[in-house]
Structure formats: C-alpha cells, structure tokens
C-alpha cells in the first residue's frame, strides 16, 4: 500500500495521537474501576501511606497486584510516592484526589467513570451484535459495574443540587412543597434512588415515590432509603411510567436523566400529565447537548454521543414500539414530546450546568 501524497499528515497524525491519548484514558479509568471496586482507595485514604505489602492486607488482595496497581497509580499521577532513604516505597492518596476517588457525596467525585466503563466493555459483543441484527441490548445486561457507575456518578449533583439551584428555579413549587401538610412527590426513572432520597430529606413532609422499571435498580434504591432511615415515606415502585396515574396525584413530578431513555416519551410525559395535582409541575433535567446538529461537536457532545452509541440506543432498542433517541436529546425534541403530550408550556430554566438542561412542564 502506497500513501497518497496529497493527504493531510499532520491530520492524521493528529488522530494517531488523539486514539492513543484515549487508550492511556480507557485503561486508565479500568484501573480506577479496580481501585474503586476492590476497597483500594477507601484503604489508603484512611490508612495510608502505605506498602503494597500493607495495602494487601488491608484491602485482602494479592500483595504481587497490589504492588503493579500503586505503581500504574502513581505513574499515572493519581498517588504520591515517599522513598525514604534507605526505607521502603510508601504510596499516599492526597486528599484532593480523595475527593474524586474515594468520597461519594463529594461534586468532584467521578470515580464511577471507570464503573460506567467496564459495563459497557463487558457487553460490547452483544453491542456489536445488536448492530448487525437492529436488535437492542437489554439494560440489565451491561450489569452491576454500570448500574453502580451510572447511579454514583449523579449522585453528588442529586444529592447537592437537585433540592438546590435546580428546584429552586422553580420557587412557587417548593413554597407549595413546604406549604403542604402531605405533598407528594414521583422520581421517575429513580435508579438507585439517591435523587429520591434528597427530595426526602428536603421535604420531610413529603411522601416521594421512586419509580423505574429496572429490578435491581428497584432493590438498590430500597436499600438505600431503608439505610437512610427514610423508607417510612419513600415508596419504591418497580412499575412503567405509564401507570403514574394510578398512584398520583402528585405535587411535582421529576424525570431526572431517563426521558432520553423512554421507548415512547411522548406517552410517559403524558402519563406525568394525567398524574400531577391541579396546579402541579413536572421537572425534567436531561442531556445539555447543543441545540442542532454541529460536526465536529465539543467536548459534551462527543461524551453524549459515546454513551449514545455503546449503551443508550441499544437499551432502547429493545422494546418496540421505540423512539430510539439514543441519548442525545435536543432542547427541540423535548418541547415537541411535552407538546404532543398535552402540556401547555414547557419552559427552559435559567439553571447552569456543564451536563444538564432543566425544563419545567405545566399542564
């Protein structure tokens, strides 16, 4: 094969370098998914500095791995290194890096990338099947590690800003909230509930129902609520949105990050409808993506549409009928699915976030 000398090198090169940097990247994240999963961060940053004889004993692993995996680390910048003259190699997590690795609550935790991560490369086959056969991959599929990833990796913005800046866009619904004696609340898409367990916590006398359709999501959000004390007036349905109805009527309605995710949104949003109280409002937060298509796209677009192509579109495909939106969701798209589901206005709050776009949806 000869190369065309009319072709763009150095745009070439640009790429070589761009998927290598990305490889350093996607093994890097597998070894914060091991960090993560096998108790290693949580045990330097509590016991720490350590020896990898020290931290395998601590964390009950290997001690030949724990020696390979301190040492990728601090190669790879995420562990500080103490030698000692004449001592042993010591590795330490500094406290800002506990921050992202090792504390859940905290907004710059985003360890559960590499969570998010390994369950899409355990499924990738079944990706690529679905792709030839225009089949779909169910949720449940790409397993435990992307349901721990995708429910940990919100949970800092559930827990801080959802009762927060979010809600607070919309001041006559939380003073209706607080007014109440037994307002009533519906998450829907819930996950593992750590968004239905702030809207709790914020409104003590609220009753809040978590919703989803995913069975070990549904166990995880119970377990959760009952470890918060909070399962006394939290409600875990394992039911489809289609039946909201039936347990309403609600005072608000949240769609945080799963409308991009229903088969028919158009039905489930008409379902939320039929559900709020008079005068109640739903919030819906999904993707901040750019208002139309533009290629190249930035940074939050190129991840949307990552997601898009390796998880949501193929969890979407599995149900027919399907809108198939993958996860990519316009503000445009959402105004028309709140439209045709009867809502009279639909109006994008002044809410700034680097991932989320908020809509409030009035009958």
């Known amino acids: 094969m000869t190369t065309d000398l009319s072709l763009d090198t150095d745009r070439t090169d640009r790429l070589v370098d761009r998927l290598f940097e990305g490889t350093v990247g996607a093994l890097e994240l597998y070894s914060v998914y091991l960090g993560t999963e096998l108790g290693l961060y949580r045990v330097l940053h509590e016991q720490g500095p350590l020896t990898p004889v020290e931290l395998a004993h601590g964390a009950g692993i290997a001690p030949r791995y724990a020696r390979e995996w301190l040492e990728q680390q601090a190669v790879a910048g995420l562990l500080d290194v103490e030698e000692p003259p004449g001592g042993e190699r010591r590795f330490a997590l500094p406290p800002e890096h506990a921050r992202v690795l090792v504390h859940a609550d905290d ?31 169910p949720y449940s599929s790409y397993g435990r590690a992307f349901r721990h990833g995708q429910g940990h990796i919100n949970r800092p913005a559930f827990t801080h800003d959802l009762t927060g800046e979010w809600l607070q866009a919309m001041p006559d619904v939380v003073e209706r909230l607080h007014a109440a004696p037994r307002p009533r ?70 769609i945080l990050e799963a409308l991009h995710d229903m088969a028919q949104p158009v039905e489930a949003l008409r379902a939320t409808r039929d559900a709020l109280a008079r005068g109640g409002a739903v919030l819906v937060g999904d993707e901040r993506v750019a208002d139309t298509f533009t290629a190249p796209g930035d940074q939050v677009e190129r991840l949307m549409y990552g997601w898009s192509v390796t998880h949501c579109l193929p969890t979407q495909l599995v149900d027919r009928p399907t809108a198939a939106t993958g996860t990519v969701i316009r503000a445009g798209a959402v105004r028309e699915h709140a439209a045709a589901a009867g809502f009279g206005r639909c109006t994008v709050l002044p809410v700034e976030h680097d991932f989320f776009r908020f809509y409030r949806l009035d009958a």
């Open 185 to 254: 609340i519906a998450d829907v898409g819930c996950g593992q509930g750590w968004s239905t367990l702030a809207l709790a916590r914020a409104f003590p006398n609220a009753r809040v129902d978590g919703v989803d359709l995913d069975d070990a999501s549904v166990a995880d959000a119970r377990a959760n609520a009952a470890e918060a004390g909070l399962d006394g007036r939290i409600r875990v349905l394992h039911a489809d949105v289609a039946r909201l109805p039936e347990t309403g009527p609600y005072d608000l309605v949240v």
């Open 107 to 137: 907004p710059a935790y985003v360890a559960p990338f590499g969570h998010l991560l390994a369950g899409i490369g355990g499924v990738l086959d079944l990706v690529a099947h679905a792709y030839r056969t225009g089949t779909g991959v």
